[in-house]
């Protein structure tokens, strides 16, 4: 079989790493309003609960259903 092997180690000289690692300056978007998704989380209740059974036990029933 054959075939090259590159280099573990990379190479490179001075001038292309300090172009490589020059501080990049962006401009951040002020005028957008993003929601804190905190504010949206709602707390779980008893109700979510009886949901979460309610559906598991008509997907049991709809699974059984099929054999």
Known sequence: MKG???PSIVQIDKAHL???V???RE???TDMF????EEKKKAFR????WK???EMKSA????KSQF
């Open 18 to 20: 300090n172009e490589l």
């Open 46 to 49: 008893a109700v979510d609960l």
């Open 27 to 29: 401009t951040l978007a």
């Open 22 to 24: 020059q501080e990049v």
């Open 60 to 63: 049991n029933r709809n699974f």
């Open 52 to 54: 979460i059974h309610r």
């Open 4 to 6: 090259e092997v590159m």
């Open 34 to 37: 993003v929601q804190n998704r």
